[in-house]
């Protein structure tokens, strides 16, 4: 099974916690954003989702 990853550049603000929270380095900033751009590779763990301090990403069941 596998999981969606999405991130709102909307709310994203360019801070990279995500990108240094990830164990499997699924985030990679582009254009000041962060973008899932291994989101294949997501494990679901959600890291990414508690470090994340505008409420921009999500994981969920794919």
Excluded: R
Aim: a negative charge.
């Amino acid at each position: 099974m596998g999981y969606l990853v999405t991130v709102n550049s909307g709310k994203c603000i360019g801070c990279g916690e995500c990108v240094d929270a990830c164990p499997v380095e699924v985030y990679e900033m582009q254009d000041s954003k962060s973008i899932p751009a291994k989101g294949d590779d997501c494990l679901g763990c959600q890291t990414c989702v508690e470090v994340c301090e505008v409420g921009a990403i999500s994981v969920d069941d794919a």
